[in-house]
T-cell receptor, first 112, second 110 residues
Framework: TQLLEQSPQFLSIQEGENLTVYCNSSSVFSSLQWYRQEPGEGPVLLVT?????EVKKLKRLTFQFGDARKDSSLHITAAQPGDTGLYLC????????????FGAGTRLFVKA | NAGVTQTPKFQVLKTGQSMTLQCAQD?????MSWYRQDPGMGLRLIHYSVGAGITDQGEVPNGYNVSRSTTEDFPLRLLSAAPSQTSVYFC?????????FGEGSRLTVL
């Protein structure tokens, strides 16, 4: 069974601080995705990383896929209150993306 | 553009009752799936479908049935609700590397 472990589970920081969220597994994935979820809504895709060692940037968010394609990180620079939400990593195995598995999530709260 | 529409948004059931969570999509995506989300456990796959007439079990299928008679609709049936099925349920489609989720259905079983 493929498992994805996210850390930390909860993070409360002040506006302007930097943070990193980690997603680790003992399994290899064909791709890793990061979703963001706000209360009362479904998760929305932020980014997909496919190649080992790949780094993608989305404004103040930087995503990295580990060389061995077993882990990923999300770094937020100068966090803002609008970044508050639940961040989920998700792994797509080789059986198809419709069987994507999810980590438990990191709940981020950014205080103004 | 509605995307993925789930109904109802909230439901309270008594143990042993049955009900159906509806899911409809207007994106013409072949792949559809149902997840449940519980605190500290992330999203877990219940059932999925790769096209009309084809369904298969995910990680936690017990207590749930699905059918896919059309591309648009993928209902999830609880035959005899149990308190362990209290959760938030999400329907999703999958296309070109991305899952598209509905807004969720919050179910409480007393």
């Amino acid at each position: 069974t493929q498992l994805l472990e996210q850390s930390p589970q909860f993070l409360s920081i002040q506006e302007g601080e930097n943070l990193t969220v980690y997603c680790n597994s003992s399994s290899v994935f064909s791709s890793l995705q990061w979703y963001r979820q706000e209360p009362g809504e479904g998760p929305v895709l932020l980014v997909t990383v496919v190649t080992g060692g790949e780094v993608k940037k989305l404004k103040r968010l930087t995503f990295q896929f580990g060389d061995a394609r077993k882990d990923s990180s999300l770094h937020i620079t100068a966090a803002q209150p609008g970044d508050t939400g639940l961040y989920l990593c998700a792994g797509e195995g080789f059986a198809g993306g419709f069987k994507t598995i999810f980590g438990a999530g990191t709940r981020l709260f950014v205080k103004a | 553009n509605a995307g993925v529409t789930q109904t109802p948004k909230f439901q309270v059931l008594k143990t042993g009752q049955s009900m159906t969570l509806q899911c409809a999509q207007d994106m013409n995506h072949e792949y559809m799936s149902w997840y449940r989300q519980d605190p500290g456990m992330g999203l877990r796959l219940i059932h999925y479908s790769v096209g009309a007439g084809i369904t298969d079990q995910g990680e936690v299928p017990n207590g749930y049935n699905v059918s896919r008679s059309t591309t648009e609709d993928f209902p999830l049936r609880l035959l005899s609700a149990a308190p362990s099925q209290t959760s938030v349920y999400f329907c999703a489609t999958f296309n070109t590397g991305e899952l598209f989720f509905g807004e969720g259905s919050r179910l409480t079983v007393l």
